[in-house]
């Protein structure tokens, strides 16, 4: 189903699939430097309301490669009406269940244990309000402080024309979120979170689109060069167990906490 956008919702739409282009020719690149035709595959999906009728959809982009043992970079964009129960739970939805999403999220798990997995997200909702929402976050079986350093400097430094205190902001935001209580360790080494930057007039939602773009064009630019460093660095069968045994607990804090 095509959905009918107004100028917002059309330009988030265009700014994240333009993302998704880029990082997955970014990825792709990363294949042929390692000797490997490995490309992505998409698959595009419809999705249906609660009631049945059509509710927009997206395209699922999947690669399975020499240096990427498997990555995915989900773009959707989605609207009609939650379940009036589900609506109590969404911000601004209470009131009025009809909605609008759009976004992309990526995670990538690599085939060296030395290269960091990585997850991002950034999206538009409206409801009854309208926001943006997103981040990033970094997470290493073996993690390295130099990567870890140059990880958050990139977010930073995206960060730093809204406000001299957003990145700290963000940073615990996301520190808080990604924490594993039951096993009193956080999942990855951190990055940046945020949610529900209300635009309530235009400069607000220009600033937030703006900040949005910046979080996604950081990540491009810092993680294909942390894949780099580290995508030809010999690894034991023990530090490859360690990997194994590490995805295991990041698939249990998202089945748990996620």
């Known amino acids: 189903m095509t959905l009918t956008l107004d100028h917002r919702q059309q330009a988030a739409r265009t700014s994240f699939e333009s993302l998704r282009d880029r990082i997955c020719t970014a990825f792709e690149a990363i294949e042929r430097e390692a000797g490997s035709e490995a490309s992505f595959e ?20 999947v690669m399975k490669g020499k240096v990427f043992e498997k990555v995915g970079v989900n773009v959707s964009t989605v609207g009609g009406s939650f379940n009036p129960e589900f609506a109590k739970t969404i911000h601004g939805a209470a009131e009025d269940p009809n909605f609008f999403a759009t976004g992309i ?25 309208s926001w943006f929402g997103g981040g990033a976050d970094l997470n290493p079986p073996i993690p390295y402080e130099e990567d870890t350093a140059d990880f958050h400097a990139r977010l930073r430094a995206a960060c730093a024309p809204y406000g001299p205190d957003v990145y700290e902001r ?11 209580p039951h096993r009193n360790v ?23 689109f703006a ?17 780099r460093r580290r995508m030809n660095q010999p690894f034991t069968s023990e530090e490859k167990q360690a990997q194994l045994r590490w995805r295991g607990l990041y698939a249990e804090f998202n089945l748990v906490y996620d």
């Open 186 to 208: 956080h999942r990855g080494v951190g990055g940046i979170f945020y949610d529900h930057l209300e635009n309530s007039s235009d400069a607000l939602f220009e600033q937030n």
């Open 170 to 180: 963000y940073r615990k935001w996301a520190e808080d979120y990604f924490w594993i």
């Open 42 to 61: 998409y698959m595009p999906w419809d999705r249906n309301d609660h009631d049945g009728s059509p509710g927009g959809g997206g395209v699922r982009g």
């Open 105 to 129: 999220s990526l995670v990538a798990h690599m085939a060296n244990p030395h290269v960091p997995a990585v997850h991002m997200n950034t999206r538009y909702l409206v409801t009854t309000k």
């Open 211 to 227: 900040l949005t773009r910046d979080v996604g064009n950081a990540f491009l630019d810092i993680f294909p060069k942390l894949v």
